[in-house]
């Protein structure tokens, strides 16, 4: 993991906790169980289109309000700052939603790209902006995130994908270049003990 000179975040159940009930939403906007919600939305026509955009981000500004740091997250993300690292966070959220998870939390990361900015993840389009700002060939930075998608769009941005975050190795798991349980174990190999 030396060779890694930057990294981007998922929001989500990654740097932040989040109990968004995807169950609940796909049933409110009667999106099929098996489908993704954004590209559900996508299939919409626009009236209906606004209509279920409305309960998703009702359902994203009640998460924003009781979200709190991953544990180890606050760590890592101090340490990369130590080390001078260039450091983004990619989500699949709202801009509204990311802005008050960053507040409320106060992440000292100011690149982010959410769904209003970019085509979602697993698109790579995020990532690849992301790796030019930086100035670092896409080999070099880590997409860290606890999700498929995540993992994905790392892969088709040729980045290095790490997946953290879980008691149980996910059925996903072998799209990870790298797996941590969780944030201490993804610090350690990063970075050592410290």
């Not at 966070?89 to 790209?113: D, G, M």
Request: some cysteine.
């Amino acid at each position: 993991m030396k060779q890694l000179r930057g990294v981007i975040f998922d929001l989500d159940g990654t740097l932040v906790s989040s109990s968004l009930d995807f169950a609940a939403i796909k049933r409110e906007i009667g999106c099929p169980s098996g489908a993704d919600v954004l590209t559900f939305l996508e299939s919409l026509p626009a009236e209906q289109q606004q209509e279920a955009m409305a309960i998703i981000h009702r359902h994203e500004l009640q998460d924003a309000q009781r979200c709190e740091w991953i544990p180890g997250a606050r760590a890592f993300v101090d340490t990369c700052l130590e080390h001078g690292m260039p450091m983004a966070i990619v989500t699949r959220n709202s801009c509204q939603s990311s802005r008050l998870k960053i507040e409320r939390n106060a992440i000292p990361i100011e690149r982010v790209i959410t769904r209003e900015n970019s085509r979602p993840k697993p698109d790579p389009s995020a990532l690849l902006v992301i790796a030019r700002d930086f100035a670092l060939p896409t080999q070099a930075i880590l997409m860290v995130g606890d999700y498929r998608y995540d993992l994905e769009a790392g892969r088709n941005a040729n980045m290095q994908a790490c997946l953290v975050n879980y008691t149980r190795l996910p059925d996903y798991s072998h799209l990870a270049d790298y797996a941590f349980p969780d944030f201490q174990s993804l610090h350690e190999a990063m970075f050592g003990f410290q």
